[in-house]
C-alpha cells in the first residue's frame, strides 16, 4: 500500500479505535465487523492496523461484499483471531516422575500361559520387588506378576488385564505425570480448543467426543471399508506411537458400558505426527 491506495479507505485498530469513529487514519474504527458494515467506505478497502483483531462471532461476508478488500497496514503486522484471551492461573493438577505401579491382590496374568509374545515367563523370584526388578531389567517387559509361590511373568503387550487375587502382586510401569488444571470460571463457558503461546494445547477428556479434528463424523458418515480402494497407511513413517491412559480409579467415567472409553486416553507420535503438536485421541490405545 501507499498512500493513494490509503485515500478513501476504513481503519481498524483494535486496541484504540471506536466503533462510533468516522473510520479515517486519525479515527480508526475498533472492529473488522462494523468496518465490513459499512462496506470498507468509499475505497472498499478495510485497513487493519497492527495487533490481533479478535472475533467475537463469525464474520458472514456475502454477494453484497464482493470487491471489499481487507488489508494490512503498510509495516504492520495485524493477526484476525475468532479466539479469546483467557487469563489462567496454571496449578500443579497430577505432576509427578515415572516409576512403578504396584497393586497386592492383583493378577495380570490370570491363566499363567506364557506364550511369549503377550506373556513371558521370568522364571522364579523370591519376594514381588525382586520380580519387578527382573521385569524392570526388560525393556519389553511392561507389566509384571508375582504368585506367593515365587513364579514371576511379564507382560510384552502393554495391556493391564487387572484381576483380584488372592496371593498375587502386579504392577506395571508408571509414565510420568505433567497434568496441570486452571479455573477459567467467569471467563469463558466452554473451551473448544486451545492454544498455550500460539501452539495448539489438548485438553483432557475422554475420546468420541465433540469439538476438536480429532472429532468422530458418527457412523453414517463414513464409508464401508468395502466400498472405496484404500492407500496402505505408511505405519513406518514417523516411529511407533506412544500410548498415555489414566487408569486412576477416581476418573473413571461410569456414563458407559464397561470397556467403552471410560478412561482418559491419548497418544503422542506415530502417525499423529501430522499434527503440531503430534498429539490425538485418535492415537490412543483404544481409539
Known amino acids: 500500500l501507499d498512500s493513494v491506495d490509503l485515500d478513501g479507505a476504513v481503519f481498524v485498530d ?21 468496518a465490513v458494515r459499512r462496506g470498507g467506505g468509499p475505497r472498499r478497502t478495510v485497513v487493519l492496523r497492527g495487533g490481533t483483531h479478535r472475533l467475537r462471532e463469525p464474520l458472514l461476508l456475502g454477494r453484497e461484499h464482493s470487491g471489499l478488500t481487507i488489508r494490512a497496514h503498510p509495516g504492520e503486522r495485524p493477526v484476525v483471531s475468532g479466539g479469546l ?41 523370591a519376594d514381588a520387588e525382586t520380580c519387578r526388578r527382573v521385569c524392570d531389567a526388560d525393556a519389553s517387559c511392561q507389566a509384571f506378576t508375582w504368585r506367593a509361590d515365587a513364579r514371576c511373568w511379564g507382560r510384552l503387550d502393554g495391556h493391564w488385564p487387572a484381576s483380584p487375587m488372592g496371593g498375587h502382586v ?12 486452571a ?38 458418515n463414513m464409508i464401508p471399508g468395502g466400498s472405496a480402494q484404500w492407500t496402505p497407511p505408511r505405519f513406518d513413517r514417523f516411529g511407533p506411537v506412544r500410548h498415555h491412559t489414566d487408569s486412576t480409579p477416581a476418573h473413571m467415567r461410569n456414563t458407559s458400558a464397561d470397556g467403552w472409553f471410560q478412561e482418559y486416553m491419548i497418544g503422542t ?19
Open 14 to 34: 483494535a486496541q484504540r479505535g471506536d466503533d462510533g469513529a468516522g473510520g479515517s487514519i486519525g479515527a480508526p474504527l475498533r472492529s473488522l465487523h462494523e
Open 85 to 125: 484471551r483467557v487469563e489462567a492461573a496454571w496449578k500443579p493438577y497430577d505432576v509427578r516422575p515415572g516409576g512403578w505401579e504396584v497393586l497386592a491382590g492383583t493378577t495380570v496374568v490370570a491363566d499363567g500361559a506364557a506364550d511369549g509374545e503377550a506373556v513371558r515367563d521370568l522364571g522364579l523370584a
Open 170 to 181: 502386579s504392577g506395571r510401569r508408571a509414565a510420568a505425570k505433567n497434568v496441570y488444571v
Open 183 to 220: 479455573n477459567l470460571a467467569g471467563q469463558v463457558a466452554d473451551v473448544p480448543g486451545l492454544q498455550l503461546d500460539g501452539r495448539r494445547a489438548t485438553r483432557a477428556r475422554y475420546p468420541n467426543l465433540p469439538h476438536g479434528i480429532e472429532a468422530s463424523p458418527g457412523y453414517d
Open 269 to 287: 507420535g506415530g502417525l499423529c505426527s501430522v499434527y503440531d503438536p503430534p498429539v490425538s485421541y485418535w492415537c490412543s490405545e483404544s481409539p
